[in-house]
């Protein structure tokens, strides 16, 4: 008769296996998967086979598209580009009405993993974990017609967007990236920075302050993920510590908090990104950016090419 330890590998290993062969976009990330759809991020990484947040697959990966001919920055391309079309689409097919009144009306399942976030607004429950708003998910999207915190991304063509419990839907995840993220963080950056004008040593003295909380701060043995801080390899995961951006799957360690966030979330909760660091940042909304903005330009190019 099988051990408990590996009749328990045997159920997990199961699984997982269908979480692959659905191709349901349920897979967390560090799970193995077959293609993008396999993931909730909506990306597998290419040189990787395993998914992953769609900033660090790009620097950290190749990219996207595990087991296609090419690499790809779809997971980027829907943020910057697709998301407002998606929520357009699925406010005119949803019947807005019903879908306003469902939060209210929906029961708390109190056995089910994170039960403890929800409704509480506090931007710290897991992807496909329930949600009655955006204000719950770490991801900073509920799925409109799922209530279930999900992946900006993949809520966007899998999901009608982000929204649960109002009368349409939206795709603020994404424009947050897209528009808001740089300006919340240089806001952050000029609060923390800006008290040398009123005081000498203020400044100065808050920067020096985060730093050191990072260099001194004590790892949680207990805590999961605990293996995964401070080792810099981009694979702990949303809410657990870190020390640096470079622990993080999402490529964010909430500046103020010490903890692994969404690009998005931790632009208004958490400060910006780079905990550790004398200031906070942005680069995971940019890496997003950036990555889209030259894939436009690659293909305005290849047009003119083709017009010549």
């Known amino acids: 008769m099988p051990s408990k330890p590996w009749t328990l590998i045997f159920v ?38 395993k998914c992953a947040g769609p ?21 980027a391309q829907a943020l910057t580009g697709g998301g407002s079309g998606a929520g357009q689409t699925a406010a005119s097919t949803a019947a807005a009405a019903v ?15 994170g039960a403890a976030n929800v409704g509480t607004s506090s931007g710290t429950q897991f992807i496909t974990g329930q949600c009655l708003s955006d204000a719950d ?14 992946g900006a991304i993949i809520a966007q063509t899998r999901d009608g967007g982000c929204g649960f419990g109002d009368a349409q839907p939206n795709d603020n995840a994404a424009q947050a990236l897209t528009g808001g993220a740089a300006t919340a963080t240089s806001t952050a950056a000029a609060d923390a920075g800006t008290g040398s004008g009123s005081g000498s040593d203020s400044g100065s003295g808050a920067f020096a302050t985060v730093t050191a909380a990072a260099s001194t701060a004590s790892i949680n043995s207990a805590a999961p993920g605990a293996a ?14 870190c020390l640096s951006d470079a622990d993080c799957a999402s490529g964010c360690c909430g500046f103020n908090s010490g903890k692994c966030a969404g690009a998005i979330i931790a632009q208004t909760r958490d400060g910006g990104c780079g905990f550790g660091d004398a200031q906070p940042n942005d680069n995971a909304a940019q890496a997003l950016t950036g990555s889209a903005q030259r894939r436009s330009l690659k293909r305005a190019v290849n047009v003119q090419e083709f017009m010549a």
Do not use: H, M, W, Y
């Not at 900033?55 to 997971?75: H, I, K, S």
């Not at 998910?137 to 999900?150: D, L, R």
């Open 55 to 75: 900033v660090v697959a790009q620097e950290r990966d190749g990219g996207c598209g595990f087991g296609d001919a090419q690499p790809n920055d779809n997971a």
């Open 12 to 49: 997990l290993l199961n699984l997982a296996l269908c979480n692959l062969a659905q191709g349901a976009g349920t897979q967390f990330i560090t799970g193995a998967c077959t293609s993008d759809a396999d993931c909730a991020s909506g990306c597998c990484g290419f040189n990787s086979g």
């Open 228 to 241: 995964n801080v401070g080792t810099g390899s981009g694979t702990q995961f949303i809410t657990g510590q």
């Open 99 to 113: 879908q306003s009144g469902s939060s209210s009306s929906s029961g708390i399942d109190s056995n089910a993993p």
């Open 137 to 150: 998910c770490a991801s900073g999207c509920c799925g409109f017609n799922s209530g279930k915190c999900a």
